[in-house]
């Protein structure tokens, strides 16, 4: 009776032992280097508190200036519209577009003389956190201020209070775990923020995670570093959990969705006009820019990609880059889904044991740590024997694939655990065994789930960017490295191809999260009838 249960509960130690080796091990080689006391001694410099302060602000003013812009969104989308979900989807494309492309857009409209700040600055980096993280507020918050209920703001209107006075006697109390959560995330991925400061910040702005990068590949500093990373990890640490604990508050305090009137067309509007600008205004630049040539618009800096210039991105051309970033997708896709698969599986029965719930917590983890730590560690890690890495591009999608692994499993395990459970028996009777019956029957009404995860995991993979900065080898960039490279030179030739290599890296991303959600749109579909 017991068998085919503790079969499942088995193939759990692969998705372990997978997890173990390349995300366990290079954390705790960071830890055992930071913990040395020469790296200990790092800490208490007086650069190691320049750095701290840097980057402690600079994430609380992204994350004021994030709700001064997404709260008017958040408050349009408390109510129902027609549009809503096209604006929800392309506020999702948004915050899961690679950090080098929105990198790349705050970049050409510095260029463009429209806004009062250069390309490079604090002005730019804010304003590229901004448009990451509108998404987040807008839809969190406006997700709990949907179910504030309609009678009580009735009722405070009715004794005599104002609009003002309603809010704060009704609305902000009922949202406080909603914001809470909300600030909290969008000051956990600004502080953790690489990308978009590593190319705006002109090498004048550094961060926890910038300096980890410049002490581990300019300043070979591995213990400085380490130290750095220390401090990194228990930041994120602190930041998950006070977010799981605002998260708690929001599912509790809520109640059930309501459906007010709508508001009228033009407060709609003006609403969500600041969003429509800071998100709309870049990626319209961009596509410009990236078709602009001194004899109009043409397709000529997207023609250039396959040329290879030696010295512009390390022997490899953005062109090369373009099929390198497809083959580590494809490699690290199905590394998810093949592990998250196995791992989902096991997770999935209905009679958990202690053991699933610490391998479905223990998937989680690579998703809540920064992955210029996560390089850094596969860095020490896999620099010698038993398990030498170093130089093998095969670590590349390895440490995709790890990140990957977490949307996998998110989208697979509900998707299994709806299944019918007498469906299995209706196959045994009829002979098949386990397998057969997993393949035949489980597979077909859980492949909605799996494109989804697959959509994910491969979005994941051909934008990032931290980790791959440590491991890539120069024959072996990807369109986010080469796309760094060609930002970080001048001329017009170099300019122009970067913008029209973040283009085509936009439209990859923003393909396959269309075919995430036309996935998603199939599987709720298929429960509904």
Partial sequence: MHRPSSRLIGLGVLPAL???????????AVLARGLTGGALDRLFEARTFDLLWFTTWQAGLSTLLTFVIGLPGAWALSRPFRGAALFRAGMTVAF???????????DSLGRTGLVPWSP??????????????????????????????????????????????????????????????????????????????????????NTLEVEIWRRTLHLLDFDGAAALALLQMAAVIAGLVAWTRFQRGVASDTGPQQSPAPFRWWVRTMALLPG?????????????????????????WFRTLGTQRRGLTDFVSPGAAIANSLGFAAAATSVALLVGGIASLAISRRQRRSSTRALDAAL??????????????????????????????????????????PFVVRTIVPALRALPPGFHEAAQTLGLGAARAR????????????????????????????????LSRPDSATVPIALFRLLGRPGAVNQ??????????????????????????????????
């Fill in 276 to 300: 429509l600008l800071v998100v709309g205004v870049p990626v319209a630049v961009l596509v410009w820019r990236s078709l602009s040539t001194e004899s109009g618009l043409a397709f000529t």
């Fill in 18 to 28: 997978f997890l173990g080796v390349f995300f366990g091990w290079p954390i705790a």
């Fill in 364 to 405: 989680m983890l690579p998703l809540g740590t920064s992955a210029v730590t996560l390089g850094f560690g596969m860095l020490l890690a896999f620099d010698s024997a038993p398990l030498d890495l170093r130089g093998q591009a095969l670590v590349v999608p390895l440490a995709h694939a790890l990140v990957g692994i």
């Fill in 439 to 470: 393949l035949r029957i489980d597979l077909p009404l859980v492949s909605p789930a799996v494109a989804v995860g697959a959509s994910f995991a491969a979005a994941v993979s051909l934008g990032e960017f931290g980790a791959t900065t440590f």
């Fill in 96 to 106: 899961v577009l690679p950090t080098v492309v929105v990198a790349a857009a705050f």
């Fill in 120 to 205: 490079r600055g604090l002005a730019a980096v804010l304003g590229a956190h901004v448009f990451f993280n509108y998404a987040v507020v807008a839809r969190v918050v406006g997700a709990a201020w949907s179910r504030v209920p309609e009678e009580a703001r009735e009722m405070s209107r009715s004794l005599g209070q104002g609009p003002a006075s309603t809010f704060f006697r009704v609305d902000l109390p009922l949202l406080r775990p909603a914001l809470a959560a909300a600030a909290s995330i969008v000051f956990l991925f600004t502080f953790t923020s690489f990308g978009v400061v590593l190319i705006l910040g002109g090498f004048t702005l």
């Fill in 496 to 529: 122009g191809q970067a913008y029209a290599l973040a283009v085509i890296l936009m439209g990859l991303v923003a393909l396959v999260v269309l075919v995430a959600g036309a996935a998603d749109a199939a599987a709720s579909g298929r429960q509904r009838g």
